[in-house]
């Protein structure tokens, strides 16, 4: 009965590929995130939807394309993927401000 | 916009010994705070959060938090550590910009015990 689940937990890829990574919660939440998190541990936030609408969308690469089919899932594709997108990408999801709860991450190597 | 600050990336405490780890905020009305802890390869797990009310706000784990405004921090304590408090601590903020909502975060200070 995991709240904010993410899929794959490792995601291990070569260069170019095209990867995907699914979240999917349980809270009844309206609003989902994904973060990412560097080799330095610094969170920063890059895509938000609200009810499937997208309503935050920070400097992010156009390789990066978020997509939810419902309130409950959202899932962060990446094309072409290059070293620099390693990283440890953490799914999360509230209810407006009063509290956010994240997954337990999926940490993407790029070789 | 707003921002955080974690003026500590590293501190190192004894077992038994306070804590306390800084946080300053950048946000121009009040803003709703929080303290997450992440343990090596975990993901993050909220340990308190302000939003109005009583300024000392008590935690999980034994922490608490106190809010003040004249100093725009929102300093993490807790009286006496444990071995099992060894991780990473992330102070964030989100304005309360309705419809628009982010969680901005700190850099983190990454907390170390020693026996």
């Known amino acids: 009965d995991t709240a904010v689940s993410q899929t794959p937990k490792y995601l291990v890829t070569q260069m170019g590929n095209d990867k995907s990574i699914k979240c999917e919660q349980n809270?009844?939440?309206?609003?989902m995130y994904w973060y990412k998190q560097d080799s330095k541990k610094f969170l920063k936030i890059m895509f938000s939807?609200?009810?499937?609408?997208?309503?935050i969308n920070e400097t992010v690469p156009n390789r990066f394309s978020p997509k939810s089919p419902d309130k409950a899932h959202l899932n962060l594709h990446i094309n072409s993927l290059e070293l620099g997108d390693s990283a440890v990408y953490f799914c999360?999801?509230?209810?407006?401000?009063?509290?956010?709860?994240f997954g337990s991450g999926t940490r993407l190597t790029v070789v | 916009a707003q921002s955080v600050t974690q003026p500590d990336i590293h501190i190192t405490v004894s077992e038994g010994a306070s804590l306390e780890l800084r946080c300053n905020y950048s946000?121009?009305?009040?803003?709703?705070l929080f303290w997450y802890v992440q343990s090596p390869g975990q993901g993050l797990q909220l340990l308190l959060k302000?939003?109005?009310?009583?300024?000392l706000v008590q935690g999980i784990k034994g922490f608490e938090a106190e809010f003040k405004r004249s100093q725009s921090s929102f300093n993490l304590r807790k009286p006496s550590v444990h071995w099992s408090d060894a991780a990473e601590y992330f102070c964030?903020?989100?304005?309360?910009?309705?419809?628009?909502?982010?969680?901005?975060f700190g850099t983190g200070t990454r907390l170390t015990i020693i026996p």
């Open positions: 999360a999801s509230s209810l407006t401000e009063y509290g956010y709860t």
């Open positions: 809270l009844g939440h309206d609003t």
């Open positions: 939807y609200n009810n499937k609408e997208l309503i």
């Open positions: 964030a903020v989100v304005a309360s910009n309705f419809g628009n909502e982010k969680l901005t």
């Open positions: 946000y121009g009305a009040t803003p709703y």
């Open positions: 302000y939003f109005s009310g009583d300024t």
